[in-house]
């Protein structure tokens, strides 16, 4: 199957040229023309790579990127923008950007950097729309989960935290590193936050919450998600 590319810009001619000429290479194309609905679009659609502009309406494309790492969203996200200056660049990467290309640009090198991120991306559990563990059930499109067929009330920090978790499982991740991605906290308040999101995500989800099966917690590095035989 051909690469899906999610084209956040606004202006019209752009959109045209870029959306031609990239389905010309054989990707499909979905443009928006805004922030807020990238970040809804990019959380729903299942897409292998995101060229997003950064002077957008509603929301900039430094927001936007922001957000979807935040979201725990690892899909490719090229920058595309009129801004030269280093100051600018070094943002967009420092909050989760992969690359970034300026304008006016060659669409060659265009296409070559976009060639060059797809080859890149991991095949991960990213690109997971739905994913199950014990009587647990996530949608990451419809950011809905159930258990045991039944909808549970997580507010939408629990929500991405668990996704956070789920798409990085196996991996042991720090309070200090939940804080920086899933809240966006660039200081440190203080990591008990994260440890109260966990103790209400396992009360929500866990078979028994003092025996965790699924949200581990590793003593002095911090949480992992994985899966645990429950104590019998």
Not at 6 to 26: A, N, Q, S, Y
Not at 28 to 46: C, F, H, L, Y
Not at 112 to 121: F, P, V
Request: net charge neutral; with cysteine; glycine share 8%.
């Amino acid at each position: 199957m051909s690469a899906r590319i999610l084209l956040v810009e606004d202006e019209p001619g752009l959109v045209m040229t870029l959306t031609d000429r990239l389905t010309g290479e054989g990707y499909q194309v979905e443009a928006v023309g805004d922030g807020e609905t990238a970040v809804e679009r990019a959380r729903e659609g299942g897409f292998d790579l995101v060229l997003l502009d950064i002077a957008l309406p509603r929301k900039n494309g430094f927001d936007v990127c922001r957000d979807l790492r935040q979201q725990g969203l690892t899909v490719p996200i090229l920058m595309l923008t009129a801004r030269d200056q280093i100051v600018d660049k070094v943002l967009g990467l420092k909050i989760g950007a992969d690359d970034y290309v300026t304008k006016p640009f060659e669409m060659m090198e265009l296409l070559a950097r976009i060639e060059a991120l797809l080859r890149r991306a991991p095949k991960t559990p990213s690109a997971e729309t739905v994913y199950q563990f014990g009587d647990v059930r996530i949608d990451f499109r419809g950011a809905e989960v159930l258990r045991d067929g039944r909808p549970v009330a997580l507010s939408a920090r629990e929500f991405q935290l668990l996704a956070y978790l789920v798409r990085h499982r196996g991996e042991v991740v720090s309070r200090e590193r939940l804080l920086h991605e899933v809240w966006g906290y660039r200081a440190i308040p203080s990591t008990r936050t994260v440890d109260v999101h966990i103790t209400w995500l396992r009360q929500k989800l866990e078979p028994n919450p003092k025996e965790p099966c699924y949200i581990l917690t590793v003593y002095g590095f911090g949480y992992k998600f994985g899966l645990r035989r429950a104590a019998t």
